[in-house]
Structure formats: structure tokens, C-alpha cells
């Protein structure tokens, strides 16, 4: 079963490859279209986010006495994590949104990010030419007002690489992309596929995203007892794809400092190890590639 489709496979993809490294702007194209889609989304959904986000707070008289436990490095104790407040809200959100207005498979794969699908549509194969379907990973990375940054952590899991695949025994292989800061710099190992094949044909470039909500902290008056977490907005940002990223145009080697060391020590298994990517630098390849929303 794990190779039963693997010549197939290899051959669609070496081609789509080809096309996609020869047609870069196809893969920006189909980007800023997804982009777009869930600009639109939280255009429309952003009364009922905004109510379910802040619903959480409401609700503190049932879990106060099982808050979830402090994250980071020395935590104030002022804030509770409120990470899986936005990947409950989003997730579920965007993921019936979808569903209305695409073709979706919800395919596995053994890891990834916390919100994935491939969509299909004629107007994704107007875009990309040689299929109609693009893998959409989403990332979902809650911000408080203290921990707010103009990047995001991103684990090997969920960027995709230079897509490597001479043998079709070997299967996809990526290069590590260089993390490099002012102090330290280390190996990324990407572990996703910039295209992944189907057992069906499928072809789905895969397209990375990030939504940041960020809360505020509401205080009680004339103390600094915080009250409440309600959403204040939500920062969006479109990682480029793996092709895009170390072939053409080669963005991490147009944009030094693109990727930068995580948040993990020396010490962690180098395959695990994580990096930040720089939504400065991301403005540079695009305005449109980082989007920030008040709510």
C-alpha cells in the first residue's frame, strides 16, 4: 500500500514541478486567492468570531478553577494561555466555509498544521493551469498584548521545502534552509512537500497560512486584575511555497533573515528544532502577504 501508487506519483509530480519552478506566479497567484478567501471569510464571519472568541471569558466561572497552565518563559500569571480558544473558534469556522464554497478532501497526513484541506475549484485551475485542487495548511498562533510579534514560530511540520524527488525509491527529500540571526543561525529541516500527489491524480500545491489572533487584556478598574480576554484583531500571513521559497524566485536567498532561530535550545533533536519567519520580510516579497483586521 505505501508504494502502490508511488510511480504514478513520482511522474506527476516531477512534472508539476517542472511547471511550477518554469511558472512561479501561478503558485503566488493561487496564494493571494487564498489569501483573499479568508480576508473574505472573517469579513463576513467577524461578528459571530468576535462572540464565540469572547465567549471564553464569559465562561470563566467554569473552568477558573482549572485555568489552563501557564506557557513561555517566566509568565507574569496575570494572562491565561488562550491558544486553544482561537483554534476552536477559527478552525471550525473557516473549515464549514470551505465546505460552501469549494470542493474539499480532508486527506491525512501523518503531521502537519492544525487546520489542513485540499480545496478544488475551476477557478483554482484558471489560476494554476494543470490542476484544480491546492492543499491549504493553516496555522493557528494566539497573541497577547505582551507577547505580540511581528513573526511566527513555525516547527519543521509546517513549511514545505525545496521537494526533492530523483528516485522514486527515495522518495521526496528537502534541503534544510538556513535560520540565520544576528547571534546564531541553524539548520531548518522542512518537512513538508511543496506538491503533494494523490492516489486519484490529484495534484495540490500546498500553501501555507498563519491567523494570529490577538486579545487585549481587559483590567479591573484601578487594579491590574485582568477580567478579560476579548479579541482586539487578527493578523494573517501567507508563507510561501517551498518551490517559491529555495528555487524560483528563491525568496530565502533574496531575503536574508527570512527565516530565524525559534524558540528551541541547542539541545533539541536538529530534525525538530523550530524557526521564525519574519512577516517584516514577508511585506518585502508582498504587501499583501501579511493582513491585519480590527475587530
Not at 55 to 69: D, G, R, V
Not at 71 to 95: H, M, S
Not at 181 to 208: E, K, Q, W
Request: proline share 6%; with cysteine; hydrophobic share 35%.
Amino acid at each position: 500500500m505505501f508504494t502502490q501508487y508511488a510511480e504514478s506519483q513520482y511522474r506527476a509530480y516531477n512534472e508539476a514541478f517542472a511547471f511550477f519552478k518554469q511558472n512561479p506566479q501561478r503558485l503566488i497567484e493561487a496564494e493571494k486567492f487564498v489569501m483573499d478567501e479568508i480576508i473574505h471569510f472573517i469579513d463576513i464571519h467577524q461578528p459571530e468570531i468576535k462572540r464565540d472568541y469572547d465567549e471564553a471569558s464569559y465562561l470563566y466561572s467554569f473552568w477558573k478553577n482549572y485555568p489552563p497552565l501557564d506557557r513561555g518563559r517566566a509568565p507574569k500569571g496575570d494572562q491565561y494561555p488562550w491558544i486553544e480558544v482561537g483554534e476552536q473558534v477559527f478552525g471550525n469556522k473557516l473549515q464549514r466555509h470551505f465546505n460552501a464554497n469549494f470542493s474539499v478532501k480532508d486527506s491525512g497526513l501523518p503531521s502537519g498544521a492544525d487546520d489542513r484541506c485540499i480545496i478544488s475549484s475551476e477557478r483554482i485551475r484558471q489560476i494554476l493551469g494543470i490542476t484544480d485542487s491546492v492543499w491549504v495548511f493553516i496555522d493557528i498562533k494566539t497573541e497577547g498584548p505582551r507577547d505580540e510579534s511581528d513573526h511566527a514560530v513555525m516547527s519543521p511540520y509546517q513549511i514545505s521545502g525545496s521537494g526533492n524527488w530523483i528516485k522514486i525509491e527515495d522518495g521526496m527529500k528537502n534541503n534544510p534552509i538556513k535560520a540565520e540571526g544576528r547571534i546564531a543561525t541553524h539548520d531548518f529541516f522542512c518537512s513538508l512537500s511543496p506538491i503533494y500527489v494523490l492516489s486519484d491524480g490529484t495534484v495540490a500545491p500546498l500553501l501555507t497560512f498563519v491567523i494570529k489572533p490577538v486579545y487585549e487584556m481587559v483590567k479591573e478598574p484601578g487594579t491590574e486584575k485582568t477580567i478579560g480576554q476579548p479579541l482586539s484583531k487578527i493578523k494573517l500571513a501567507s508563507i510561501p511555497n517551498g518551490i517559491l521559497l529555495t528555487k524560483n524566485p528563491n525568496y530565502n536567498k533574496k531575503y536574508p533573515g527570512l527565516f530565524f532561530p525559534g524558540k528551541d535550545d541547542q539541545s533539541k533533536d536538529r530534525r525538530k528544532m523550530r524557526a521564525r519567519i519574519s512577516f517584516s520580510l514577508l511585506r518585502e516579497i508582498a504587501d499583501w502577504r501579511i493582513n491585519e483586521i480590527e475587530v
